[in-house]
């Protein structure tokens, strides 16, 4: 969280190298929680990430919530 609060006070200040600083601690941060970088799980599992869900085999389940 400190990387990200740094990247809000580089833009309110408008500093541009502080920005780029601040930008790869949080670039840092996010491949050393797993949320960057290489896939650290093979479970062998279809990525159904950046698809409609009516477009996946959670198409029933999807229409069934947003029914309510």
Known sequence: MSARSAVGRARRAADR?????AGQAVDEAKVALGERGPVWWSD???DYNRHLAKNT???AWA???QAG
């Open 17 to 21: 190298a502080a920005l780029a600083e």
């Open 44 to 46: 062998g599992a279809p």
């Open 57 to 59: 085999p959670y198409a």
């Open 63 to 65: 229409a069934e919530t």
